[in-house]
Nanobody
Framework: VQLQASGGGLVQAGESLRLSCAASGRTFRNYLMGWFRQAPGKEREFVGSISWGGGSLFYADSVKGRFTISRENAKSTVYLQMNSLKPEDTAVYYC???????????????????WGQGTLVTVSS
């Protein structure tokens, strides 16, 4: 499975940004897709998840109500719509896939075995 994340950039607080994660590979449709982020000096943090069937939507408390994850199966792409961005949302954002997923969402980065290259989101105050 190959994952390609894109869409990062520099925005001001309160603005929006949409990240994309394009997936390719033969069996990724059975995988759970996750978004993580890592700020400088901090550990990688779970943001949210979605299955290709549209279920298993789960968000970290820190982004709930502001971020929305969706998928477009025809394009094999998962999106992370980020609204009302805050300076503390500044991080490198990664998409990831859990190939061992059997219905239980894991928020642990170690569970996800395929990763995109990351895209930087910077939110200025």
């Amino acid at each position: 499975v190959q994952l390609q994340a894109s869409g990062g950039g520099l925005v001001q607080a309160g603005e929006s940004l949409r990240l994309s994660c394009a997936a390719s590979g033969r069996t990724f449709r059975n995988y759970l897709m996750g978004w993580f982020r890592q700020a400088p000096g901090k550990e990688r943090e779970f943001v949210g998840s979605i299955s290709w069937g549209g279920g298993s939507l789960f968000y970290a408390d820190s982004v709930k109500g502001r971020f929305t994850i969706s998928r477009e199966n025809a394009k094999s792409t998962v999106y992370l719509q980020m609204n009302s961005l805050k300076p503390e949302d500044t991080a490198v954002y990664y998409c990831a896939a859990d190939s061992t997923w059997h219905g239980i969402v894991s928020t642990a980065a170690s569970t996800y075995d395929y990763w995109g290259q990351g895209t930087l989101v910077t939110v200025s105050s």
